[in-house]
C-alpha cells in the first residue's frame, strides 16, 4: 500500500515536472517580449514626441482647429503627446500579442494573426471619425457664423444640428468599416438621415411660408409681364417715332 502511495506520488511530481520544463521556456520567452515591447515603445514614444515637436506639430493642430477640439473634450495634454501614446500602445501591444503566440495556447493560437488583419480597418474607422470631428466643428461654427450675420433665429440650435448630423455620418461610416452591424447601421442612418431632412424642409415650409410666397408670387407675375409682352409684340426699347 505505501509503495503505491509512494509510486503515485514520484509520478505526479514526474508529470509536473515534465510540464514546467516544457512551460518554462514559454513563460521566459513571453517575459522577455513583454519587456522587450515596453522599453521599445517608450523609447519610440520619446523619440516620436521630440520629432513632433521639432517639427512643429502642435502648432499645426493649433491651426487646424485640432487643438481646441480636443480642449473641448476636456484633454489639455498636447497632440503630440497623445500620439506619441498611441505609438506606445500600439507598439506595447504588438509585443503582448507576440508574448501570447509564444505561449503556444491553443485557444490563443491565431490570435495574433485576427488583432493584426482588424487593425487596418480600426485605424481608417479611427481617421474617419478624426476627420469627421474636426469637419462637423468646422461645418457648426460656419454655419453659425452664417446665420448670425443673416440674423437668423435659433441659430445655435441649427448649427448643433448641423454638427451631430455629421458626426452621425461619420460614425456610421467608421462603423461601417469596421464590419460592426453593417446592416443596421445603414439602415438607421438612413432612417435618421431622412427624418432629419424632413424635419428641416417641414420646419422651412412652415416658418418661412410667407416668404416662399412672396418668392412664388414675384415669379410668377413676372412671367406673367413677360408673356404678355411676347403677345403683344411691345418692345419698351422702341419708342413711338422711332424706326429700328
Not at 448641423?162 to 452621425?168: G, H, K
Not at 445603414?186 to 420646419?203: D, K, P
Not at 403677345?231 to 429700328?244: E, L
Amino acid at each position: 500500500m505505501r509503495e503505491a502511495w509512494t509510486d503515485i506520488l514520484v509520478a505526479s511530481f514526474r508529470v509536473v515536472m515534465q510540464h514546467l520544463a516544457q512551460v518554462t521556456p514559454r513563460i521566459l520567452a513571453m517575459v522577455t517580449l513583454l519587456v522587450l515591447g515596453a522599453a521599445v515603445a517608450a523609447i519610440t514614444r520619446r523619440v516620436a514626441s521630440r520629432a513632433l515637436r521639432v517639427a512643429s506639430f502642435d502648432a499645426g493642430c493649433g491651426r487646424w482647429g485640432l487643438t481646441a477640439t480636443l480642449g473641448r473634450l476636456g484633454i489639455r495634454r498636447p497632440p503630440s503627446d497623445l500620439l506619441g501614446q498611441l505609438i506606445f500602445w500600439t507598439i506595447f501591444l504588438i509585443g503582448v500579442l507576440m508574448g501570447i503566440e509564444a505561449l503556444e495556447i491553443p485557444a490563443t493560437a491565431g490570435l495574433a494573426s485576427v488583432v493584426f488583419s482588424f487593425v487596418p480597418n480600426l485605424i481608417v474607422a479611427a481617421l474617419i471619425m478624426a476627420a469627421g470631428w474636426i469637419l462637423a466643428d468646422f461645418a457648426s461654427e460656419s454655419v453659425l457664423l452664417a446665420l448670425i450675420n443673416a440674423q437668423v433665429a435659433g441659430s445655435p440650435l441649427v448649427a448643433a444640428a448641423v454638427r451631430w448630423l455629421v458626426l452621425v455620418f461619420a460614425g456610421g461610416a467608421a462603423l461601417t468599416q469596421l464590419g460592426i452591424a453593417r446592416e443596421m447601421v445603414l439602415l438607421a442612418f438612413g432612417i435618421a438621415f431622412g427624418g432629419t431632412v424632413l424635419a428641416l424642409a417641414l420646419a422651412f415650409g412652415l416658418g418661412g411660408k410667407d416668404l416662399a410666397r412672396e418668392i412664388l408670387e414675384s415669379r410668377l407675375h413676372k412671367h406673367d409681364e413677360e408673356s404678355e409682352r411676347g403677345t403683344h409684340g411691345w418692345d419698351p426699347g422702341n419708342r413711338p417715332g422711332q424706326s429700328s
